[in-house]
């Protein structure tokens, strides 16, 4: 299995919008709504951001929110703070019953 | 609250055995219908899906990985663990385990690093 395609990286100034691409195919992401985003901080491990496509976990700041059209989920930040620079990483359920991760994304406050 | 705590040697010869073990603390292994995972990531790079399993002994496994791989679970210490034979230096990364809930992620552990090197 292929891993799902992330941009390398994303910037953006403090307060702005952004927004990160997760492509994958028709037996993964264009599939099931079964789409998760991670965080993570530079030595540390990753945290669950979203899940099923568009679910914000208890705890996880509003700013984050999830969306999906065809084979490409997005991640969009809102009101981008010193404190969401991080690596994002996206994961989807396939039609092989395995999982698969993205990329990965970087995540610049400028 | 759950805490997961990875285990097991940072260092593997080439062409032996990585065995690592994942102990589960604040909550029972054999509750609910979650799957315990492992997911690994090389130095400076992406995460990497090994494999999954519940606690009655389903797997799954990351076809890439899968003739290589086992994960079992042991209810009674309240752990599971994975085992990756015929290692090279590509394996070297931090493993996390983890607790899948549905399609995703809900609790990690710390990460231990492994090293494949003679």
């Known amino acids: 299995q292929s891993a799902l395609t992330q941009p390398a990286s994303v910037s953006g100034s403090p307060g702005q919008s952004i927004t990160i691409s997760c492509t994958g195919t028709?037996?993964?992401?264009?599939?099931?709504?079964?789409v998760s985003w991670y965080q993570q901080h530079p030595g540390k491990a990753p945290k669950l951001m979203i899940y099923?496509?568009?679910n914000r976990p208890s705890g996880v700041s509003n700013r984050f929110s999830g969306s999906k059209s065809g084979n490409t989920a997005s991640l969009t930040i809102s009101g981008l703070q010193a404190e969401d620079e991080a690596d994002y990483y996206c994961s989807s359920y396939t039609s092989s019953s395995t999982y698969v991760f993205g990329t990965g994304t970087k995540v610049t406050v400028l | 609250q759950l805490q997961l705590q990875e285990s097991g040697p940072g260092l593997v010869k080439p062409s032996e055995t990585l065995s690592l073990t994942c102990t589960v603390s604040g909550g029972s292994i054999s509750s609910g219908t979650y799957f315990w995972g492992w997911i690994r990531q090389p130095p400076g790079k992406g995460l990497d899906w090994i494999g999954s399993i519940s606690y009655d002994g389903r797997s799954y496994y990351n076809p890439s990985l899968k003739s290589r791989v086992t994960i079992s679970v042991d209810t009674s210490k309240n752990q599971f663990s994975l085992n990756l034979s015929s290692v090279t230096a590509a394996d070297t990364a931090v493993h996390y385990c983890a607790r899948r809930r549905g399609s995703y992620v809900e609790y990690w552990g710390q990460g231990t690093l492994v090293t494949v090197s003679s």
């Open positions: 099923e496509v568009t």
């Open positions: 028709s037996s993964d992401v264009g599939r099931y709504n079964y």
